[in-house]
């Protein structure tokens, strides 16, 4: 076919260069409407290949390209390719779609991160499989079965604006033209790595020597190619012929030589014996020797060997001997192939993905499995040989890591298993801390760190010596020998398992690169490397009997060495307590207890407790936590421990907020504690007093640690000088610094020893002794420059720079890359430095522009400076306060309050970007008011004001002559004509501040719309007379830049920018929600209802206000939004709008039952300690996920009262995750809380309700309990309940669910998870309403009395349920359910056409309702069940019906019927004597063709009315009894969805007249009760009259 592309094509595709080109016009301005299609449908395996031209960096996404069955002569054309349909197949990113939807998502080669000259093809083979090709790369199978006539499809999208078409043609050829052209490449690669190839015989190394020379032949260089002998065995995968002409692919032809040279070493180690003969070699000149000799005749490749049979050997280079000689190939050190990096091999396991020319291997859904990941290196290792990965990604939902090692096995031969210890044979692995071979333990520790303990960016080695030993390496450390003799042919493997996800090989083994690491690593071994030590010791003598050691008696786990100085848990990842140590003699008064953080682990919650006791060790049995310790019956007697923050005597709390957080020390932090002699206790951190904990501590306790959760190892710190000055006043303490705290640098307390960290970015220099910081290269590089203060910032001290060089070359200024300067907890040690500080996403707070950042995230905007505007000699100053407040200095002046809540150590972080090449730290740095070294700082977790505040936006008081503004300026109405409607918000938009309205009334009579958009025109300039200063529409507001979005259509100052940009604001009415936004992007954005339509517009103003035009049929809105940024303090709580739908709870009427007494509520908020990705909102009573599916964890600030009902409403679910929230209670102070990422990590006094199971300390302990969590839909509402017995009940709308657990612990915290699909949820008050308040009375009663309303709100009263009170996510019985109704072909006119009326009595669903199981209905009342395990399908009323008083007044009952009866029933409109089922007693003769039973022929006029007898219709009150299969038989049906066979059963929901009917006992024979409510003997109703049942649904049951 021709490679040209087709005319038809995309709104904004110019074609050229006779249609091989096409180009999207408008590149800046739109990133879509860019489809081309090929000319002519593609033939069975040819590649239409197209080159990138042109991209541009505006928009995010690239080129897509696949294949469709569309004509494109007739195709209406979308705007991207994935809106293809109708049998359409795209390569988008890394995914691909069939007909717009994902089915396959991580496939080939990243399309968006593809570069201008970069070719990509698309195929259909002659087996119907479509594949991707990346220059000149097959890239394996996309899809399957695919038709044929298939057009090919290229989408300009993105950043991808112009191709050409260069090629369609079959594999073979579109190949050779690509290795043409790298054959030059290739050939100057040979001339940098040398092949070395020693002398052989051809008889035994014949195949090594042909590999070379058909790899010479393959590359061009060689005429000649000598024959494999035919006796020789061939390697694996070498080619079938050697002809010249043979064209092999790179992989290809890597695979013949790597199997060649491993072939020729297996053939050695089986007594090969020499290799003699005449042989080929190349003289690099400076080649490489081998690492042994030769022993019997043959040259050497070892210089050091004796010559034999005419062989040399040469230390300088590698010769070709003259003689016969040969050698024994050795493990050759130096290149011995053309391309001899160490890779991946192509071949691995079954979910691994290979990038970065095989140098990256990442594990495909990671979070579905955790094996399958086993990759092996492309090539066997040499001697003294380092490979080395860095761990590139981690989960944390796996236990296990990644594990390393050797193997015999061949890549290509080898059956993958699932994980490499499943290997037995031929293999040593580093699993954990253990060294595993053939997968059995042959050493349990070898090194003292774990693989399982590792981070993200952590490397690990390994090497094999040549003296057949193997030792690992951590970090470049090396840990020593693992296994002392290993095979001589090894490759290296590498398991991705568990929650390892991703590696890369790296080949610059530069240790310089992990310095940082190094000293984390090596200060964890051994924490006092690295630290000053005095002049002179001042350390007591070692053999002095005073001297503070740990007592031998300690913890089940723990562990004394180091002469009784260090305690440790040997597997503190198998176990997280019962690592209790005390001191071995009491501690004297004013003696501080200290020791030294040595090591932690991630695993578990919690850490390192300390304090004192006055229990003698020698005859205390430990507990397996000291806080279990409840021994002394007095306050002068027993145990104080400091635990997190809180500060606990004898197991019970006695302060909340005490000092710093224990759970949030690390390694080489310091913790202690004193008894001074006036009996009051005082704890040190990191050298820094506390202040009194407790009064009236007796003499004589021994010191208590325990190593709990995180805590591994301590180390006692008992020379003088490692120990703090005891302050006379604690209040004084944080201004008296130990030598050994982060704090201090060599124990010096003088305000200019503040300097520039050693540690720096990659680009920076610090000179000047470490006053002065430059970025190198600064006309290349304008990034990777961040450099940090020495040490951490003293309460008031002030960190002042001055700007002293910049460049023109760069936009921006100083933090022009948004956040370069500010501060952070994080130590220089342990920052691992990234190109800027907005990749730190922990502990970082930064100013960029007028932008305060925390995390990388804004939390607000317009500060009182910009640092763009900063210029050479401009000063900037960090300044943290005692209260932890940030200030920002500029040129000395105080720019106020930045944010609060600061820990108490920050370092203060300047990023030298852009155009800010040259810094100097100003005299002026150091303590600016002594006033504000306070002491007892409490440390909370740093609250980040939510942006969506729940202060109402207001309308300015300027606006259109026809408008009157009502509620404060929160409600805009016109009151008269059709135009004269605009209004403006009050204030500025900020950057992405929503500013949305809801329309509350429209008036028909006029045509158009509401418009709205942004506008430079500031509502203060206009004139007090709104007629003289205003356009009568906003398309004609032109004074000043507007944009506006009328009906699709956006605009600028009245002119036409893009048409059909969304849904139609023409189409909006009451109820409908529209909103407007400014993005940080410069680009204008448009919701209605809460979807954003994408960009709207580009270059949008910074200052700009909302404004919307109350035009033609939109005579009323009111605000709905909020202003981000506001004062905490005036931030309101929530209330749902008063139309939202809410179940009377005192309108149901159920047969039994009632509600418990509840308690007046305690006021309840979240704790401001929470998971990491939790914004709080709405004086904490709202609470969002802002990223990613968990770290979602909260806790509420108040314990629940016993009795009292804690309760809140989903708000936003996501359904792009899966799996929703958890909630339960949790035993303990939530404020030490270090929050896991989910809540079933939490093991410690713990029960958690998720989906429909209970669990207590992760472990499950009930099941089928209440609805299933997942399915609860937006705006349900969900609760607590502690009774007065202890036990935990869950309530769903109001509805008791039970007892979920029993011994509930006082005082327990409600505990939530937004996980998954969860995002944000509220706090239900006393002034919010809940669901199961007032709401339904507006919907109902206007229509109905409040007697008729007997049934309850949960079987719908009206029986016309609102949409609100269904689950908004559609339940999967009900939709199978729903496709055996689309089975049976019933018309579409019998049913209601509001699916809001149907309903699901599945078990989920009837329990999310809070459904009862029986209800009253009609006069006199009778009770009816509902239908539990059935589907409703609401059918429509005839008119001619008195529904009224149907509704009303008759009773409900179940008629059970076969499926072939229902097309006639349905066609009358009432269930029919003799026709309408098997209740039927009318004789019958035959069934119809479609199933009907018929009567039989002329029964109904050959008798007259008085020899005929009324047949009679059966009917119950419970569907037990009607659906039995007797009356309801079953039938086979296959879904067409899963191709599942079930089994279905139909009846009716009917309302029957009263007194038309006679009650009577069951027909069956049954003994045992059909329903627990019904007696037998009146579960059977029988009516004989037609007009007496009214169909109201029908009812499917699929099993």
Known sequence: MAAELHPCSGKLIGLSNSNRTAQRNQPVQEFNHGLVLSREPLKDRDVFTVRIDKKVNSWSGSIEIGVTSLDPAGLDFPSSATGLKGGSWIVSGCSVLRDGRSVLEEYGRDLDQLSEGDRVGIQRSTHGDLHLWVNGQDCGAAASGLPTGLWAVVDLYGKCTQVTVVSCEPPSLAERDTERETVEEREQEDEEEEVVVCGVREGEF????????LAAATNGTLEEVPVLPPTHNRPDKFPNNLEPETVLTEHQLFDVLNNAIVSLYRSEDNGGGDLGGGGIGRDSGTGSRGDRGSSSGGGSVNGNSSDSGGGTGNTGSVNSPAGGGGARLGAVTGGMLTNDALLFHEKCGTLIKLSNNNKTAERRRPLDEFNNGVVMTNRPLRHNEMFEIRIDKLVDKWSGSIEIGVTTHNPNNLDYPATMTNLRSGTIMMSGCGILTNGKGTRREYCEFSLDELQEGDHIGLMHKASGALHFYINGIDQGVAAAQTPAVVYAVVDLYGMAVKVTIVHNHNHSD????????????????????????????????????????CGQKAAIISEGRTALRPHATDDFNHGVVLSGRPLHSNEVFQVRIDKMVDKWAGSIEIGVTTHNPAY????????????????QSGTW?????????????????????LDRLKAGDTVGVVRKEDGSLHFFVNGVAQGPAAWNVPPSVYAVVDLYGQAAQATIMDDVADLPPLPEDSSEGPTV????????????NSANDLRFHQLHGTNAVITNGGRTALRQNCRSEFNDAIVISNRCLRDGELFEIVIQKMVDRWSGSIEAGKIMAGVTAIRPEELEFPNTMTDIDYDTWMLSGTAIMQDGNTMRNNYGCDLDTLTTGSRIGMMRSATGDLHYYINGVDQGVACTGLPPEVYAVIDLYGQCVQVSITSSSGPQDNSLCTSNITERSFPIHSPVAGVAHRLHSKHGKNVVLLGEGCQAVRVGGYAHGIVFSAKELKTDELFEVKIDEVDDQWSGSLHMGLTTLAPPELPSCPMSGLSPTLTQLRSKVTWLLAGSEVRRNGLLQRQNYGASLDRLTVGNRVGVKRCSDDTMHVLIDGEDMGPAATAVAKNVYAVLDLYGRVTAVSIVSSSVLEDAGSVKAPSLSSDSCSEGEEDRMPVEGGEPALVPNTVMAFLENHGKNIQLSHENLTAARVSSYNQGLLVTAQPLPRQQLFQFQIDRLNASWTSSLSLGVIGHSPDRLNFPSTACCLKRSVWLLQRDS?????????????PNLDTCPEGTVLGLLVDGNSCL????????QGVAAQDIPTPCYPLIDLYGQCEQVTIVTNNVATVGGEGIKARCQGDMEKADMVDGIKESVCWMPHPEVNPNKTCEYQALCSRFKDLLTLPDGYFNEDAKYNLCYCESCHKLRGDESYYKRGEPPRDYALPFGWCRFALRIKPHCDVSNSFKQWHIAYHGTSVGALRRTLDHAQLLSGTSSIFSVSPVKMEGPNGYSEPEENSSNSLPDRDREVPRVQLSPTMRYSGLEMFAPKVQFRDPRSHCCHQAQVGFQVCVRPGSYKVGPQTLGAIEPLDPRFSNTEIEWITKDQGGTLLYGLLIRVE
């Open 206 to 213: 014949g195949g090594l020597t042909s590999a070379v020379n």
């Open 641 to 661: 421990m400091m635990t997190g923050n809180g500060v606990m005597h004898n197991g019970t709390t006695i302060l909340d907020e005490y000092g710093h957080n």
């Open 514 to 553: 992990r310095l940082r690491r190094n000293n984390a690593i090596m200060r964890a071994l051994s924490p006092d490397v690295g630290r000053p030590r005095p002049a002179h010791s001042l350390t007591p003598d070692p053999d002095t009997p005073d001297r503070l050691l740990f007592h031998s008696n």
């Open 620 to 635: 205390l049995q430990l507990p397996s936590t000291m806080t279990n310790l409840r021994s002394g019956n007095t306050n």
């Open 1254 to 1266: 209970v669990f207590h300390n992760s472990l499950k302990i009930c099941e089928n309990y209440g």
């Open 737 to 748: 610094m130990s030598p050994s705290s982060p704090c201090s640098v060599a124990g010096g």
């Open 1289 to 1296: 009940h869950l309530y769903v709308n109001g509805m008791d």
